[in-house]
């Protein structure tokens, strides 16, 4: 019997990526990805290439005169995954990106644009006072239309998160338009550029009493003043619904667009993007390649694992075997079962850790210790909300009770085992976090790597994305539940630090795990088992069943 050395998990990490039905960052072929949610476009739409469910939306809020709150920071990630769950946020953004009802374009989006790719197709769209119409970059002109006398359409220049093309907008245009009956000429235009000569200064107390004159009738999206200045639209209503608006008004106090330079740098608002950009990828990875998401587990239909009797020659007393040669064959028979349904989460991880983000620029070495050492520590991270006080559930629904897995290992062990998984549960985690949670995990330092300050980067940026997840997490419940205890402001950290923690006690059951392996690399002529499952604990196998 040859032990065989074929590195299977060498093979498959030089593998290309696994092409998945799910949003993924990098755009195909033909795929120009919405500028508001990042989803797929299905047009040019108010100016900007959109997706239908962003088109509705913006089409409802500027007719419906929707008036929207955000009840957090006003700084609300947009993405498909959550774009329905702050409306004020997604609405902002809209505006951010450049919609506007004064930039209609009839027809679809042009084949040959669509194949130069998102970058290209970007609009730069400017309002006028006085005619009401638009230019857009690299679209025919409008059709003429009755001019809107009033509109004010404003991005107060926050970096919100986006897909990566739309950070390189770095130019805010801020349009105010001023007009009443008298005179259609005023007009006044604050361009956020780098030319100081160009700048004004508008007073607030002057639109405030443009606005709110009797000649105006217009409603507002009122929106909680936050740091970064509030992000407002105001818009004319048609003549025959004037009597009707103005009532409305008697009764309602409309907050005024106010221009706040932000308190953020430009530095500044690009690292938060590029963190929101790893939260994302990160997110994306976890529900492509982890089998225990809330998706996969909703169904999952739970049956137990049992052993097989014995046979007859074995129920003989004068043949049966002793009761240690019964327990160790039991201890086989349980491990290969558990060997078996562990397997395909070796695939998945690897994929998933080709997808976080600087993993695959790591040398090739450093790529199979952190998948060898950390794959343990991710699986059970994964695993841990399928595991209860009594019994462990996999992918295919096959559970282990906890006598079981104490025959496999030792009740130490297990005992430690759960207690660290219902540790983990208690948090709640969501799947976007438990993905930034086992990333950092798997980019822990490891003995025998070569770089460890780049990964110890990676590690860090991971775990600034857990923190800003787990933030908002926080401020949401507490937002829910006023009377939770949670604090919004001042030492309210959220659970950020004791989810970081679990990552040194899960490092500390890998390394007891390893160790407990060594009974199974002293016995592996006994095994049969999957050969990727032997090569990622470093269990030897022949080469008869390399080639099964």
Not at 483 to 495: E, K, T, Y
Request: glycine letters at 6%; charged letters at 20%; hydrophobic letters at 30%.
């Amino acid at each position: 019997m040859t032990v065989a050395t074929t590195n299977i998990l060498y093979l498959k990490l030089k593998a290309p990526k696994q092409q998945y039905a799910v949003a993924d960052s990098t755009p195909a072929k033909n795929f120009v990805a919405c500028k508001v949610c990042g989803d797929k476009a299905s047009g040019y739409h108010y100016g900007v290439t959109s997706c239908e469910g962003c088109k509705g939306f913006f089409r409802r809020s500027i007719q419906k005169q929707i008036e929207y709150r955000c009840l957090r920071d006003s700084k609300c990630m947009v993405i498909r995954l959550n774009r329905n769950r702050c409306q004020f946020c997604r609405f902002k953004k809209c505006l951010a990106v450049g919609m506007s009802r004064d930039s209609v374009r009839y027809g679809r989006v042009p084949k040959r644009s669509r194949e130069r790719g998102p970058d290209d197709t970007t609009p730069t769209t400017t309002l006028t006072g006085g005619g009401g119409g638009s230019s857009t970059a690299g679209s025919p002109p409008t059709s003429s239309s009755p001019p809107t006398p009033t509109s004010v359409t404003c991005s107060n220049g926050l970096v919100v998160p986006q897909q990566q093309q739309q950070q390189q907008q770095q130019q805010q245009q801020i349009t105010v338009v001023n007009n009443n009956n008298n005179n259609n000429n005023n007009n006044i235009t604050s361009n956020n550029n780098n030319n100081n000569n160009n700048s004004i200064t508008t007073n607030n107390n002057n639109i405030n009493n443009n606005i709110n004159s009797p000649n105006n009738n217009v409603s507002s999206v009122n929106s909680p003043q936050s740091q970064n200045g509030i992000v407002g639209r105001v818009q004319q209503q048609q003549p025959i619904l004037q009597q009707q608006q103005q009532q409305q008004q008697q009764q309602q106090q409309l907050q005024v667009t106010t221009i706040v330079e932000p308190d953020q740098s430009d530095a500044d608002s690009k690292q938060l993007a590029a963190v929101y950009e790893v939260i994302l990828q990160v997110s994306q990875a976890h529900h492509a390649h982890c089998g225990f998401t809330d998706e996969c587990t909703r169904g999952i239909v739970r049956k137990p694992m049992i052993i097989p009797p014995q046979s007859p020659e074995e129920a003989d007393p004068e043949a049966a075997s002793s009761s240690a040669e019964t327990v160790e064959s039991q201890r086989i028979w349980l491990w290969q079962q558990f060997a078996q349904r562990v397997t395909p989460s070796v695939q998945r991880v690897v994929e998933f850790a080709k997808r976080v983000p600087g993993f695959c620029e790591l040398t090739q070495d450093d790529q199979l210790i952190l998948i060898k050492i950390g794959f343990f520590e991710v699986w059970l991270s994964h695993i841990a909300k399928m595991t209860s006080d009594s019994s462990m559930t996999f992918e295919d629904g096959t559970y282990i009770t906890r006598q079981q897995l104490e025959l496999i290992y030792e009740p130490d062990f297990v005992t430690a085992l759960m207690q660290f998984t219902q540790a983990l549960n208690s948090h709640q985690l969501s799947d976007a976090e438990l993905g930034l949670f086992s990333g950092a995990v798997l980019l822990s330092e490891r003995p025998g790597l070569n770089d460890i300050k780049a990964i110890q980067r990676l590690q860090e940026r991971l775990l600034e994305g857990l923190r800003l997840q787990t933030t908002r997490t926080s401020l949401e419940q507490a937002l829910d539940s006023p009377h939770s205890g949670i604090m919004i402001n001042g030492g309210g950290g959220g659970i950020y630090g004791p989810v970081s923690q679990r990552i040194a006690e899960l490092k500390a059951l890998g390394l007891r795990h390893t160790s407990l392996l060594d009974w199974f690399r002293k016995n592996w002529t006994k095994l049969k088992m999957p050969p990727l499952f032997a090569e990622i604990f470093d269990i030897p196998k022949c080469e008869e069943d390399l080639v099964q």
